[in-house]
């Protein structure tokens, strides 16, 4: 399973800042070590062009400059220099990646980062500059566009399970018949001004497992009924996790676990190809937002075997080891592997 980091560009912070960014590399180090699995590889940064499916030229050009008025800057979170442009735009560009591999045939592929829901297309805010969701969305149905030239746009369901609502998001799409926004978050959290989602879930304070997986049951059951999507991005937040300091919800690791079981087995049953980004995550333990994430990946291997085992059935003379993913070029291009 192919999964794209960004973490080596790393985003100057003054010391003390409250955002913990040493996860990202942490989680790399801990997949690498215990999941060979996960095939990792360097994100390449989005480009303009590629960003302006879902920014505004002014906003692009302000943060690529480093001309963004001090206000909207302290909105992001982060100072501004040319590392953090740069990890932003590789950030997006892992989830264009992991879109174009989970659609490619691997059925899912991951950002170690990404999530940034917070962004809205003139402007950045909660520790998000650009949308990852949203520019991946765009640009896969373009792709998909030119190759299929009947048969209306591709369809996409974005499942933001961050424990904060995907304003930003639900902002860009907010006329769009072709996306679907699904947003479960905590009802009393940031952003403390919604943004409506085409399905919002709102969850009290200390919501445990039982209580959110009823509210994610009923939330699939109403995307099905209303929405018939091509491709999935998945929004997998460890913030809700009991243990976070931000989250406000009491979800255990099992029920975080049964909680990206149940969308991934929800996009398998319908043959869904998902891609899926970490998104927050603020444990009082860092360790413990890592650990989630960990086990995020864990599930996940588990459905793109199946995803494999479905690609031999389909062609069983192919070679066992299906590919390495080219990162380069514009389009999904497969090499076969060294042994
Ligand atoms: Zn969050």
Redo the contacts with the bound molecule.
Sequence with gaps: MHAYYADHFILPLPSGHRFPMAKYGRLRERLAAEWPQVRLGQALPASDGELALAHTPGYIGAISQGTLDASAQREIGFPWSPAMCERARRSVGATIQACRAAMAGEGLAANLAG?T??AYAHKGS?FCVFNDAAVATRLMQAEHARHHRAGGPLRVAIIDL???QGNGTASIFATDDSVFTLSL?GAK??PFRKEPSDLDVELPDGCGDAEYMEALERALDELERRFEPGLVIYLA?A?PHEGDR??RLKLSFDGLEARDRRVMDWAWQRRLPLAFAM????GTDMEATVQAQVNTYRVALDYHARWAALARRAAPDAPAVVATWATAGTGPRWQNAAP
């Design positions: 999530g829901h917070h909660g961050d424990v904060h978050h959290n940031f937040g913030d931000l989250g998104a927050g995550g603020y």
